[in-house]
């Protein structure tokens, strides 16, 4: 064979390769035979081929993987990309030489070429797309989807505005959260990001034939140094990457619907972004072999040893993104254990079994970011569906790769020896341990302690020398009753009576109540602390001497002794091995490639739809920040242990990214060459950028103006409203009162009034509704009320006093009630808090002056009973509110009070009238009055323990209220009725997606449990054949509710509040809380 055949053979074997890997991925199918003859019957082209695949896996069982490895498809091309750069050194073991098998390949390798010069995209690449072309038109044919609806910004460009030096977030422009969390976690790659901002395309690049690849890589690599540029000096809290998207969407041929995947999309753009710095660094070379950035910061090699029956093979692969299969492996060193070694490799180091195939993976060259794919979705033969492997794993956030390098390859190999060894002795220690602890040969069994235990116990019990019915039966009656039944409730319940004394038919009422009291012992154990002495606790032997029970319990005491010494060895054995295990690669020689993690993407959800998110460690500030789409937000290891290990929720890792601790290039910022200072902001971007991101801040700063402009003209156009409103009622008062000067007092000038201990000071101009009414009716009719008590109250006890005595001995003895009403302990049914704003503001201790001016606002109620007394009263209340000066009251503050207490009362009233709702089984009404009440009651919450209500009742009725509203759409949907489907996905959509974020927000557990209860009823639909219509309304729903940002994008108006009187307020609010009750202990 000559050296071109020879060349022409490896490349056709690799193409070959590269389409099983493909197949193989799409299908699911493992068997090498049965892909090589699907290709061979499609002549190639992948679509026939998935389709020959389909229907064969209905006819025929899948066969084992008799053929498990071959020489030259050493790995998946999916995952190990061999670019130009890679120096392969395949050893030919195939023996073939047949000058037609020739031929044909040559001929086959000069039309790829021809197709290559023309277009500029690889065959590979043609066949993903036939693959990707032929998946969408089966779906359109299918599900006609309809365009994904993106939620709008906020019209308030403040909630867009980035504060700081925050991150700037990523908008999703449509099922884009794919994007968002790889260019997150790339762009937070320092190195990367300043590679990316500082790209030039070549200068020679208009004279240069463009092809395909050249008129789409270019325009993509200035789309993401524009996108980057923003992400560093936008004063945007976000920014679109639309422009970007599109022409990744384009490339990827998909409908705008579809999710991405996150390794095929990241293998798309570091093949883009290989191929723009290959045109430049092609360009730039003088003489000397171009090296590409991307090339050296995302690729490394590995060294493939192995032998395919009996023969010994050695080559080098390049790789990018490797991947690791989870299923089966708790932590990330045991994936990577199983993915270096593959097949029978026990015939690696011996000359037995000859015919045994088998490989090693060892590392020659690790890339800086060493990125593995963690593959969590297999395809379901049977269902023909993929789905989502959500088993945990666990990584760790420093990773030492000393022991899978080809320089440690020998003293690996001696560690792996020890392990299995320790491994196998595990094992039987574990088996061992295991007969301890489950005793028995029945379905049951018991730990044997334990058994022994009981054995003794019951040996030691007191004997009884009758059964026990006949025990019962000997106490019956005369009559032949033997008391009450079971089932008949019994006096006995509720008072203790003494034990039996005797059985005769005297003491029939003694029997007959404690047959009751043990039947009350049975069902009520803390009722009673004991039984009665004369009956035995459990069951006891019949005969025993003293002898047999000395001897039986010595016995048991020895055995049980041994017993447990027996399982604290095995446990001890276990323990220790485990440790040597964990152990074995912690000296310094093996830990001496420290990779740190440096960011984690997430994927929430089944195979068929979900949602990314990516965290990513933020050197800087030394914490671990998320990155959700448009909300960025410091986090903990703790919660990306939740959200990444897996096992949990529907969450998990899909993608890790490590970085070489040892290369600190990667993630520092870079340093002014002439001051010696950190670039930050804009000083990082290039002149061209600059401009642009100024061009842009700009644009932002006019739109905020605009606005804040507009919120002027407003607010200017509802204060000349009230003004002009307050004209007209201060006319109209006018016109019905006669001249004021009579209700100035005829003797003395009253003085400025000080309470001890308690009341008045400061009032606006117009008072609270709950505080003055036009007319003595509800509120004012109720406070009049209590303000005539208190004046009669003061008359009678200081009589023919002025006044202002008795003004202020009123005011202060209605003060001492409602301060005697702040200082009770009540049940929630009970809130004096609505029966008057002065115990609202006792309990959340306002200043005394607000307190002394709202009690002189009550008093000075134009509403008072028309006798000369309440007048005079009423009129030295009024002069007293007008002597009080501004700086002695800040008017402010006590409008902040009152409204502060005013806010109270309506989130009373959102609360009251969603659980009454609730009890009506109204949810979908009730809903949004819980959703406003609770976070209502949340802000006021968080500026005094007593400004509201308890936030556990509202938060536990919310939670449930949503839970009926989605099991009521969700029973819509299943009817398969058009509009009953059609309103349950509309309820999902306008009220339950949009509670989802209030509902993560917080991170209660309780609330994440029934935000995944409600996701998983959705996603169990996903594996039911349904009609096609209700498929494309799950599939175009789905996204949305799997959505985890806690950004809360479009909600409903506030529901309308009706109006009610302080007692019909409290009456009805009383009512309710009395009907709750209390919050379940569970919370659900």
């Not at 529901?1055 to 009805?1068: D, F, H, I, N, V």
């Amino acid at each position: 064979m000559t050296v071109e055949q020879n060349v022409l053979q490896q490349h056709s074997q690799k193409h070959q390769q590269t389409l099983l890997n493909q197949l193989r991925e799409v299908t699911g199918t493992t068997d090498v035979q049965l892909l090589q003859q699907a290709l061979q019957v499609s002549n190639g082209d992948l679509a026939e081929a998935v389709a020959f695949l389909t229907e064969k896996n209905a006819k025929v069982p899948q066969q084992d993987d008799t053929a498990y490895y071959q020489t030259s498809q050493v790995a998946s091309d999916r995952y190990i990309s061999v670019g130009s750069q890679a120096d392969t050194n395949v050893i030919d073991l195939t023996g073939d030489d047949k000058d037609d098998l020739q031929r044909a390949i040559a001929l086959s390798l000069e039309e790829s070429s021809r197709a290559f010069r023309e277009t500029g995209i690889t065959d590979e690449e043609q066949a993903i797309s036939r693959v990707l072309e032929a998946s969408i038109a089966e779906n359109k044919a299918s599900l006609k989807r309809t365009h994904t609806e993106v939620w709008s910004d906020s019209p308030n460009p403040h909630d867009r505005k980035r504060i700081d030096t925050c991150p700037v977030g990523l908008k999703n422009v449509g099922n884009t959260c794919w994007f968002s969390a790889v260019i997150q976690s790339l762009f937070n790659l320092l190195e990367f990001q300043r590679l990316v901002l500082h790209y030039s395309p070549p200068a020679r690049v208009h004279d240069l034939p463009r092809n395909q690849k050249e008129h789409r890589n270019l325009p993509f690599m200035q789309e993401l140094r524009i996108l980057f540029s923003l992400m560093v000096g936008s004063k945007r809290k976000y920014v679109d990457p639309s422009r970007a998207v599109e022409i990744l969407k384009d490339a990827f041929k998909s409908s705008e619907s579809q999710q991405q995947d996150v390794s095929e999309f990241t293998h798309k753009l570091l093949d883009w972004l290989e191929d723009a710095f290959q045109m430049k660094a092609e360009e730039d070379r003088e003489g000397e072999t171009p090296k590409n950035p991307m090339v050296e910061l995302f690729y490394g090699r590995f060294l493939a040893v192995g032998v395919l029956e009996g023969k010994k093979f050695e080559n080098t692969e390049m790789f990018g993104q490797y991947p690791l299969q989870v299923n089966g492996f708790k932590d990330l060193h045991e994936c990577l254990e199983a993915a270096m070694i593959e097949g029978e490799i026990e015939s690696l180091h011996s000359a037995e079994n000859a015919a045994r195939s088998g490989q090693e993976h060892w590392f020659t060259e690790l890339p800086p970011v060493l990125t593995f794919e963690l593959s969590r979705f297999e395809f379901n033969q049977a269902l023909g569906r993929p789905e989502k492997i959500h088993n945990k794993l666990e990584f760790p956030s420093m990773l030492y790769m000393d022991r899978y390098m080809d320089r440690n390859r020998d003293v690996t190999r001696i560690k792996r020896e020890e392990i299995r060894r320790l491994k196998e002795h595990l094992t039987l220690l574990q088996q061992r341990l295991e007969r301890y602890l489950s005793y028995g040969s029945g379905p049951k069994r018991f730990p044997l302690a334990d058994v022994l235990q009981y054995a003794m116990e019951f040996a030691s019990s007191k004997p009884v020398c009758t059964s026990p019915v006949e025990d019962i039966d000997s106490s019956a009656p005369p009559g032949g009753t033997t008391g009450q039944p079971l089932s008949q409730p019994s006096t006995a319940e509720q008072d203790p009576l003494p034990p039996l004394e005797s059985s005769g038919p005297a003491s029939l009422p003694t029997t007959a109540a404690t047959a009751a009291q043990q039947q009350r012992v049975l069902h009520k154990p803390f009722t009673q602390s004991r039984l009665p002495p004369d009956l035995p606790m459990h069951p006891a032997p019949r005969h025993i001497t003293d002898e047999e029970l000395r001897v039986l319990e010595g016995c048991l005491h020895r055995w049980r002794s041994e017993v447990e010494n027996d399982t604290r060895d095995l446990q001890g054995s276990i323990n220790r091995i485990h440790r040597t295990i964990e152990l074995m690669y912690s000296d310094k020689s093996m830990m001496q490639v420290p990779y740190r993690l440096h960011a984690v993407l997430v994927h929430e959800g089944q195979a068929n739809a979900g949602h990314y998110w990516a965290y990513i460690y933020d050197p800087h500030q030394r914490c671990w920040m998320k990155y959700n789409d448009i909300s960025v937000t410091k986090s903990s290891w703790e919660e990306l242990v939740r959200d990444s290990f897996g096992g949990y929720r529907n969450a998990s890792a899909y993608c890790l990214m490590y970085i070489n601790d040892k290369k600190p290039f990667l993630i520092e910022e870079e340093f002014d060459k002439e001051t010696g200072q950190i670039l930050s902001g804009m000083d990082k971007l290039p002149p061209d950028l600059k401009q642009h991101v100024r061009g842009d801040n700009e644009l932002f700063d006019k739109e905020v103006q605009e606005w804040d402009a507009l919120q002027i003209r407003k607010a200017q156009q509802e204060k000349l409203a009230l003004v002009a409103a307050a004209a007209a009622a201060a006319a109209a008062a006018a016109g019905a009162t006669p001249a004021a000067s009579s209700t100035s007092p005829s003797s003395s000038s009253p003085q400025p009034m000080s309470i001890e201990s308690s009341p008045p000071d400061n009032t606006a101009q117009q008072e609270p509704e709950y505080m003055e009414q036009p007319s003595p009716t509800n509120d004012s009719k109720h406070l009049q009320e209590d303000t005539e008590r208190a004046i009669s109250r003061a008359a009678a006890e200081q009589e023919g006093r002025s006044p202002e005595a008795l003004l202020n001995a009123a005011i202060k003895l209605e003060y001492a009630r409602l301060l005697r009403f702040a200082q009770e302990d009540t049940p929630p049914e009970n809130d004096y808090r609505l029966q008057h704003v002065i115990v609202y503001l006792i309990q959340n201790q306002a200043p005394k002056k607000i307190l002394e001016r709202t009690l002189l606002t009550q008093f000075a109620d134009r509403n008072l009973a028309f006798d000369e007394r309440c007048k005079s009263i009423m009129s030295v209340a009024r002069a007293k509110l007008d002597l009080i000066k501004p700086e002695e009251v800040n008017m402010d503050e006590y409008e902040m009070w009152h409204q502060a207490y005013q806010n109270f009362r309506e989130t009373t009233i959102l609360m009251m009238t969603g659980l009454e709702l609730f009890q009506k089984t109204n949810y979908t009404e009730a809903l949004m009055h819980l959703i406003y009440s609770y976070q209502y009651n949340k802000e006021l919450l968080s500026k005094g323990q007593y400004r509201g209500h308890d936030d556990e009742l509202l938060g536990h009725y919310r939670r449930e209220c949503l839970l009926k509203v989605n099991e009521q759409a969700a029973a819509m949907f299943e009817s398969g009725e058009e509009p009953e489907v059609t309103t349950g996905i509309g309820i999902m959509n306008d009220l339950v997606v949009p509670c989802i974020p209030l509902l993560l927000i917080h991170d209660a557990e309780r609330d994440l449990l029934a935000v995944e209860d409600m996701r998983n009823r959705w996603c169990s639909y996903l594996g039911q054949e349904m009609e096609p219509n209700l498929q494309e309304k799950l599939t175009d729903f789905l996204p949305k509710l799997l959505d985890c940002s806690a950004e809360i994008k479009s909600f409903h108006d506030p529901p309308k509040l009706p109006t009610y009187s302080t007692l019909e307020l409290s009456e009805r609010f009383s009512r309710v809380m009395a009907s709750v009750g209390r919050v379940p202990s569970n919370g659900r």
